[in-house]
């Protein structure tokens, strides 16, 4: 059986870092705090690429998703934050017109 997630044949260990990010920060309130006041700090010692924590900090859902993040995580993640639903549905519409051209990874 091959281990995949909605993106990528193997999960790699810059989505399992993401994704453990966004569910550390909802679902221990120190952390959400801790990321509220300094997003940048709170992921310091988080091993992500600069691009990927900018995409965590800025709530790049359409980047996230398509470093694959688990959709759950992006939606409590939006939820959390208070992200509107629109700007949620938009960034994943967006990231699947990204798709349109490349091959299933799947």
């Known amino acids: 059986m091959t281990q995949s997630n ?8 810059e989505a399992y870092w993401m994704n453990r990010v966004l569910y550390d920060i ?6 959400l ?17 600069d ?6 900090r800025d709530n790049d859902i359409g980047a996230m998703y398509l470093a694959g993040v ?7 993640h939006c939820l959390g934050l208070q992200i509107p639903e629109a700007t949620f549905v938009a960034s994943l519409r967006a990231a ?3 798709l ?7």
Do not use: F, V
């Not at 705090?33 to 690429?49: V, W």
């Open 33 to 49: 705090q801790r990321y509220k006041a300094d997003p940048d700090a709170y992921m310091a010692h988080i091993p992500l690429a």
């Open 70 to 76: 688990n959709p759950l995580l992006l939606r409590a």
């Open 96 to 98: 699947g017109q990204a």
């Open 100 to 106: 349109a051209g490349e091959p299933d990874h799947g």
């Open 6 to 13: 909605w993106r990528q044949t193997m999960p790699s260990a």
């Open 26 to 31: 909802h679902h221990i309130h120190s952390d």
């Open 51 to 56: 691009g990927m924590k900018a995409a965590i």
